[in-house]
């Protein structure tokens, strides 16, 4: 009886141990497929890296006259984005603070 016991012991422990590495194979395979994608693809690596971004950015409460805010937007001018998307909700402000959103 315990002979029968100790086999069926050890083929649990095998199949846990096959399911493991067959797991393994299958994201080594995933992997390597991702590799070949980005190698072969026209764009090469800059499709994974994210350099034809969308910025979104966010403003929130009244527009004011704010120098962190400006400098924060003539970053984003001179980034790789390809897009930005402006979200702002805001009651109003100034004059003078809304000239930071204007083009150039």
Same mark, same amino acid.
């Given at each position: ?22 797991? +393994?194979? $299958? &994201? ?6 991702? #590799?070949? =994608? !980005?190698? /072969?693809?026209p764009s ?25 805010? +400006?400098? $924060? &937007?003539?970053?984003?001018?001179k980034s790789? #984005?390809? =897009? !930005?998307? /402006?979200?702002?909700?805001?009651p109003g ?12």
């Amino acid at each position: 009886m315990s002979l029968d016991s100790d086999v069926i012991v050890d083929r649990r422990r095998i199949r846990r141990k096959l399911t493991f590495w067959r797991a +393994v194979a $299958a &994201l080594g395979v995933i992997a390597a497929v991702v #590799a070949v =994608a !980005v190698v /072969v693809s026209p764009s090469g690596r800059g499709a994974i890296s994210g350099s034809n971004a969308i910025a979104r950015v966010k403003i929130d409460g009244l527009i004011r006259s704010d120098q962190t805010r +400006v400098e $924060a &937007l003539e970053r984003l001018e001179k980034s790789s #984005a390809a =897009a !930005v998307i /402006v979200h702002i909700n805001s009651p109003g402000g100034t004059t003078a603070g809304s000239n930071s959103f204007t083009t150039r």
